[in-house]
């Protein structure tokens, strides 16, 4: 062996295989006519990059901002959806894993249990003078893990999803009294499918769900066994949903394999081909809103019209023609909130894409900056540029980083203070969070951001594969970011916001005038839940 190169080995093993076809070839030649030269084709996961690291980066990279306070453990989720501040007085509460996390002193946020683990929109219904929590129920992702990569394609993964047999749709909770949510009732999409994911619910008339009713929506990707759709509910009475209406790609559907078929991805396995992250409506139908915008995966980002709530209908859509397999092209699209020093960001959204699969074995998806103004023509007027790995990182690209990388999720769209659309924070898996300036919409700039320590055991690739930043809240009012990693909740501030505030602060107006209206009429100056009195005097 040792006077055979590796050049010579190739090329001696190629010699055989082909000799040991040679009576065959013209079978398999005639074949491949019809299937193609891999008749099982290829799919994600790719292979694993050379310079990869084997440990886990304990390192902490901050480029144009402080670190306020840390609070170790629970995770502040939010962006998924996006509506999750719960406010009375100066106290405010952002839901974590475990409860909530008491985020009114900046310097010092505590963690404050909940009666029950819960997770979704946070609202206030005015008509109900309640906060409404709207929490999603929905069947085990199919995740590809070493043993089983190929998630749901693979018989004792699938089984995930086979054998549950709880709740598929929504629990609404009274939330009034954060640390002790009652159950107000159950809506069910079905006893089969998916269930919901991320639902969109602003206190009105109406929810917006990310649903799988059946196992009749076909999904390519290997982390769901089937795909989701829209589901329209009346939430008049959160104790008695009902459904309004539902709506999907043609084709998306088994049995519509005519339509299908038109796609490229149809049957790659790797393609995400349903809704992720659900329709966004930034105004209620009920008074005058006609127009939702969606992420319909492969199928592209939709522009929706609602000006009959029954029989909601494409305005138009929206698809990169450069779009790639794997991954999901648009996890959330956001409008930007319009402020009259942005005119320029007037009918502009921002669509993001999800990473399903870490180290990058999946191509790299951009978040796109669309103009929406003309509802049946979307275009493509930007990209979010792609972050570069720190100077003193032991990596010169986040694929070698272990874990995903890729962007999620995006700021809140109800939030504190008068929103500048200009500015946008985006939190990155591996990356961390992001923040970008957008006052240029076809050159938008990264002007911070946050890298926390890895967390997790390399031993044990569930503990770390999805990389270490989840979720982020921006408070306009206090100029300061919350980030939800997987080790605990950040608070940042960032020149880019202006000067930050870190004491209690009632809020005065809220980013979007039409949410959370009466919120705080009356307000109890005998306690603040999970502290004290004394803490805001």
Known sequence: MSGLSRRKLLRNAAGAVAAAAGAGLSGITGSAQKTGLTPNGGMVPFRLPMGALDYLDQKQYVSNMQVVSHLSGPSISSGEPLMVLWAKGRQRLLPANGGWVDISEAKKPVLMKSSQRLGGPVIYNKALKKWIMMSTAAAPLTNGTPEHPLGQYEPEIHKLYDNYTGLRGIRNFDVTDPANPKLL?????????????????DGGKYAYLEAGWGEDLRMENSQRAFSNGIMIVDMSDPANVKEVSRWWVPGQKYGEEAEYKKYSFANDRSSWTGNHGSMMVPKRPEDGGTVGYVGMGAFGMYVMDLTDIRNPKPYGKFLWEYETMGGIPFHTVQ??????????LNGILLGTP???????????????????????????????????????????????????????????????????????????????????????????????????????DIEKYESWWRGTSENVFVEWDRNLIWLGAHEGTYCLSCPALGAPVFEPTRISAWSVPHANVGWDDSTSASIYLGRGISAFE
């Not at 409008?335 to 320029?344: C, E, K, N, S």
């Open 354 to 456: 999800e990473t399903i699969h870490a180290d990058c074995r999946e191509p790299y998806k951009i978040p796109y900056v669309i103009d929406v103004k003309d509802p049946r023509n979307p275009k493509l007027v930007g990209m979010l540029p792609r972050p570069q790995a720190p100077k003193d990182a032991p990596y010169t690209d986040f694929c070698q980083a272990r874990g995903r990388f890729g962007s999620h999720n995006q700021q809140a769209w109800i939030a504190p203070g008068t929103a500048r659309p200009n500015i946008m924070a985006v939190t990155w898996f591996n990356a961390g969070l992001r923040v970008f300036d957008l006052t240029n919409p076809a050159q938008p700039k990264e002007v911070a951001s946050f890298v926390p320590p890895r967390d997790g």
């Open 185 to 201: 009732g159950e809506f069910s999409t079905g006893a089969k499918g998916m269930g919901t994911h991320m639902n969109f619910y």
């Open 335 to 344: 409008p930007l909130i319009a402020h009259p020093r942005y005119p320029q």
